[in-house]
């Protein structure tokens, strides 16, 4: 039995909504609020001759405050940005620990 998880098992064990499998994920914690994960796939760099290379796929993490109808945020605030998705998961275990422990109330 393997102990592997995808990046999407761990997102939606976390309470996110898969958005796009391996890229976007998203948690709505009050009325107005979303914590939101969005992946951004780089292509491999490559050197002189050599056609190999490894993708990277970096994540941001940032709560969205939506109060307009248009889907447009009126507030962003980005804690992680641009860091490999076992960065940004510890960043998100984190604050989901920190607001339960707060006892700030999510939907």
Do not use: C, W
């Not at 761990?10 to 939101?36: D, H």
């Not at 970096?58 to 009126?74: S, V």
Request: net charge positive; charged share 30%.
């Amino acid at each position: 039995m393997s102990t592997f998880r995808t990046i999407n098992k761990e997102f939606a064990s976390l309470g996110f909504l898969v958005g796009v499998p391996y890229f976007v994920f998203v948690k709505q914690t009050g009325k107005y609020t979303m914590l939101i994960v969005e992946g951004e796939h780089l292509k491999p760099r490559r050197r002189l001759g050599d056609d190999r290379g490894a993708s990277e796929y970096l994540y941001t993490f940032y709560k969205a405050r939506y109060d307009r109808e248009d889907g447009i945020p009126t507030n962003i605030k980005v804690y992680s940005e641009r860091e490999s998705v076992v960065v940004v998961l510890n960043k998100v275990r984190g604050h989901l620990e920190f607001l339960r422990d707060n006892g700030i109330q999510m939907k």
